[in-house]
């Protein structure tokens, strides 16, 4: 439940949050990303989250030596529940 004073999320919210995380852009890369296309841009975001899920993998694994596959699963999973939650 949020509470009374917390704005409701909004796309703008959501949008206007990301770009004052994101700080200010390279007038270069957001041209280089213009020029890109659609496919292109997913290609890159998807290659964004496996290199992303692979360093996950790799740290349970630091973390939980002794874990078998399916635990080692358990704790990736976990892992990015806690992530989603945040």
């Known amino acids: 439940m949020r509470p009374e004073t917390e704005a ?10 990301f770009r004052r995380r994101l700080g200010t852009l390279d007038p270069q890369q957001v ?25 996950i993998w790799t740290t349970e694994r630091q973390r939980h030596p002794d874990a078998t596959p399916e635990e080692l699963a358990w704790h990736v999973q976990r892992h990015l529940q ?5």
């Open 31 to 55: 041209a280089i990303w213009r020029q890109m296309t659609p496919a292109r841009k997913i290609k890159l975001a998807f290659q964004a989250w496996a290199d992303g899920l692979n360093e």
């Open 82 to 86: 806690e992530r989603d939650a945040g």
């Open 8 to 17: 409701p999320v909004t796309t703008r919210n959501l949008v206007d949050d």
